[in-house]
């Protein structure tokens, strides 16, 4: 039994990773979790049967031969609803039923009024953080992470042949958001995407433009961040 538990437990850190990471080779998860690359694609094959994840082809990186391209994995649709809760279906019946009752005007008031509460809790923790752009997106990492959002950040636009492409040519940085507690409810209420993406800009002093959305079918929500030249890390 306590193996059986155990590998249960790998299998959702794998999972888990996934969905903060994604795409993400198997060698980049044995090294991040401390795991063999055997054991690591074990649980990939698992995960995959299960339809949790779903395989892609990794563009070519710098020193790999012509064979065949590297293997990535990001999480399905029903990955991503094995790390929901019922609090995702029962905030879009209540959604339903406000617009019913309320107009959109009444949702989108609702969602701003929400994200509104949370912005003030990570507006104290960003008030240590200082003016450098890309610290205060290290403290708001931090406090998406915890609160369920799988986040990270990496620099866009910088020149050479690993860089990531960023939007009219700005240098800046890539929030990434591997997870969202209520990607269903935001799928048909966008109101909540919009209002994050406004307390984003508020949050960090600059002028966020979200390119990519959990809600809209994307593998993962993407905000840049524009930052002026040396504050991205």
Same mark, same amino acid.
């Given at each position: 039994?306590?193996? %059986?538990?155990?590998?249960?437990?790998?299998?959702?850190? *794998?999972?888990?990773?996934?969905?903060?990471?994604?795409?993400?080779?198997?060698?980049?998860?044995?090294?991040?979790?401390?795991?063999?690359?055997?054991?690591? =694609?074990?649980?990939?094959?698992?995960?995959? #049967?299960?339809?949790?994840?779903?395989?892609?082809?990794?563009?070519?990186?710098? !020193?790999?031969?012509?064979?065949?391209?590297? =293997?990535?994995?990001?999480?399905?649709?029903?990955?991503?609803?094995?790390?929901?809760?019922?609090?995702?279906?029962?905030?879009?019946?209540?959604?339903?039923?406000?617009?019913?009752?309320?107009?959109?005007?009444?949702?989108? =008031?609702?969602? #701003?009024?929400?994200? !509104?509460? *949370?912005?003030?809790?990570?507006?104290?923790?960003?008030?240590?953080?200082?003016?450098?752009?890309?610290?205060?997106?290290?403290?708001?990492?931090?406090?998406?992470?915890?609160?369920?959002?799988?986040?990270?950040?990496?620099?866009?636009? =910088?020149?050479?042949?690993?860089?990531?492409?960023?939007?009219? !040519?700005?240098?800046?940085?890539?929030? +990434? %958001? !591997?997870?969202?507690?209520? %990607?269903?409810?935001?799928?048909? $209420?966008?109101? $909540? +995407?919009?209002? #994050?993406?406004?307390?984003?800009?508020?949050?960090?002093?600059?002028?966020?433009?979200?390119?990519?959305?959990?809600?809209?079918?994307?593998?993962? +929500?993407?905000? $840049?961040?524009?930052?002026?030249?040396?504050?991205?890390?």
């Amino acid at each position: 039994m306590v193996p %059986q538990v155990l590998e249960s437990r790998t299998r959702d850190r *794998v999972l888990q990773a996934i969905g903060e990471r994604g795409p993400v080779t198997a060698t980049a998860l044995a090294d991040d979790l401390g795991l063999t690359v055997p054991a690591v =694609r074990r649980h990939l094959e698992n995960l995959t #049967e299960a339809g949790l994840i779903d395989e892609r082809e990794s563009a070519a990186s710098p !020193g790999r031969g012509r064979g065949r391209p590297a =293997r990535s994995f990001v999480l399905s649709e029903g990955g991503h609803q094995a790390l929901e809760s019922d609090y995702d279906h029962l905030a879009t019946e209540a959604l339903r039923f406000l617009s019913r009752e309320g107009g959109d005007d009444a949702v989108r =008031r609702f969602a #701003e009024s929400r994200v !509104g509460a *949370v912005e003030k809790r990570y507006a104290a923790e960003l008030a240590s953080a200082g003016p450098d752009t890309a610290e205060r997106v290290d403290v708001l990492v931090a406090a998406l992470t915890r609160d369920g959002f799988a986040a990270s950040a990496r620099p866009v636009g =910088r020149t050479g042949p690993s860089a990531d492409a960023a939007p009219t !040519g700005l240098s800046g940085i890539q929030l +990434c %958001q !591997g997870h969202c507690p209520v %990607q269903h409810a935001a799928r048909e $209420f966008p109101q $909540f +995407c919009d209002a #994050e993406t406004d307390a984003f800009s508020r949050l960090l002093g600059v002028h966020v433009q979200r390119l990519a959305t959990l809600a809209h079918g994307d593998h993962v +929500c993407t905000t $840049f961040v524009p930052t002026t030249e040396g504050s991205t890390r």
